[in-house]
């Protein structure tokens, strides 16, 4: 019996399992009210070799491993909770709504053809639709707290952007010299 494709109108990829964790000395946090914006320079080769368990062979040389770039790691600031990710990187730029009360991680990958920057793209989504998507990844109340005072959030954007972009730089520049990603 064939499978049935995949419906072509579905928001993204829906996997049962959790994002790699951002590696802490790679990060730089902003509070921002009700979230918190933590960015992050990444090399997904070397968080699979840090996070892989003990003992297992995960080929870290296949394709959807190499990649590197920026990420921008949206935390509730009273849950604590990872809501959104942007993974602003080099080949697939790809994003994250993290709806941890299901257990979910739906990734949807960005059209840069389309849109271009994946840096500025997210930063867009920032400004412009920050709470609707928090919404649609189940975290109603930081929503409606950054509805009731998105001027917090807003003053922060310009910040999150200048990190992104030294995030950014500093991807490259391990992947072109094996130098290390701390900030």
């Not at 297992?56 to 990649?67: P, R």
């Not at 994250?96 to 793209?121: F, M």
């Not at 003053?155 to 995030?167: I, K, P, S």
Request: glycine share 4%.
């Amino acid at each position: 019996m064939a499978e049935t494709p995949p419906y072509p109108y579905n928001i993204g990829i829906r996997y049962p399992v959790m994002p790699v964790p951002p590696t802490p000395e790679h990060c730089i946090s902003i509070d921002a009210g009700a979230v918190r914006f933590v960015v992050e320079a990444r090399d997904l080769i070397e968080e699979v070799k840090r996070n892989r368990p003990a003992g297992s062979e995960v080929d870290v040389d296949a394709v959807q491993f190499n990649d590197f770039g920026a990420s921008l790691h949206v935390y509730g600031a009273d849950d604590g909770i990872e809501h959104l990710r942007f993974d602003c990187f080099e080949k697939e730029p790809h994003y994250h709504y993290i709806k941890a009360d299901e257990s979910a991680n739906v990734i949807c990958r960005l059209d840069d053809i389309a849109e271009s920057d994946p840096i500025e793209w997210t930063v867009t989504r920032l400004q412009k639709r920050l709470p609707e998507m928090l919404d649609y990844a189940g975290a109603a109340e930081v929503a409606a707290a950054v509805r009731r005072d998105p001027t917090v959030v807003r003053g922060a954007v310009d910040q999150v952007h200048e990190l992104l972009v030294e995030a950014q730089r500093r991807a490259h520049a391990r992947r072109a010299t094996g130098a290390t990603l701390a900030p």
